[in-house]
């Protein structure tokens, strides 16, 4: 059997800079597949030398971006295959970024390139501490980059648990770098977080604000092959199907289910958006709507 990781709430580590929220443990007999690893990491202050150069490049409507971070440590080709074929069937043109191109100077230019729709694998993890939502980069940790984002948490560090003495630590972004510090807009794309606790308010809110017709993810842990699983789904549902958001989430839930472990679901933001429908490219709302709102009337999480 593979190892399997559960996102619980962590510990100050011993230098109370850093904070984990994973412990790791053996998966039951019967569980398949490997667990989506979620993370906490503390907010750090540090000198910083970076710059960046935005870009100013612009592409078609119709094309999409697989973010793999999680390709370093959990990596599914055949998800990957599975997306791509999905996308292109319908006229997607696809760019897949691997887990070694996820870095804080990828997400900063991540609104520039004009996707249509993005799908963030990605480890996430929710820092109640500072209301806030992490998301990893592959980049190591150091107090020398990135000082004005450390200042002003929207940078911050976080680690894989079990960690050992020697392990690396690695950048992560929150929902403040998405709201003050990533360059251009979303322009009514659609965003699939498929990380732990990605819908929380703060998140989800973060990428409306610049720009995002519609943020979907789930609102609590979440392991790595359900996860995938439930995303497969969804894009068959909204591409194939021509569903609305709210109907492809529903449909998906009710088929795939919630993660069987942790319980947790799909959502979307915001309420509007369950009308959205992705094969229409001229980004008209579906009239029906899809049905019943998949989304609870208060915001989960803060």
Known sequence: MRPALCCK??????????????????????IIGTGLVCFIALLLVGPSNSSCQPSSSQVSPSKAAIVDHLSISWPNPAFVKEC?????????????????????????????????LIILRAHSAYIPQYLSLAIFTSEPYTKHRYVYEQLRNRVASGYL???????????VITDKFVRFNM??????????MMGCTGVKKCAASAFVQKGARAYIGWNGSVSASHTDRATIHLLRQLLDKGHSVNAAIMQTMKTVGPDPRYKSTLLYWPIKA??????????????????????????NGR
């Open 274 to 299: 369950g009308a959205y429908t992705l094969n229409s490219l001229d980004s008209k709302m579906a009239s029906a709507g899809g049905g019943k709102s998949s989304w609870p009337n208060k915001l």
């Open 9 to 30: 709430q962590g510990a100050v580590g011993k230098d109370k800079k850093d904070i984990t929220s994973t412990h790791y443990k053996k998966p039951i007999s019967g």
């Open 183 to 192: 360059k251009g807009s979303f322009d009514g794309a659609v965003v699939v």
């Open 84 to 116: 791509t074929a999905i996308l292109e069937r319908v006229g997607y043109t696809v760019n897949y970024y691997k887990g070694e191109e996820v870095t804080v100077e990828f997400y900063r230019k991540l609104p520039t390139h004009g996707y249509k």
């Open 161 to 171: 648990t079990p960690y050992k003495k020697g392990d690396p630590k690695y950048l």
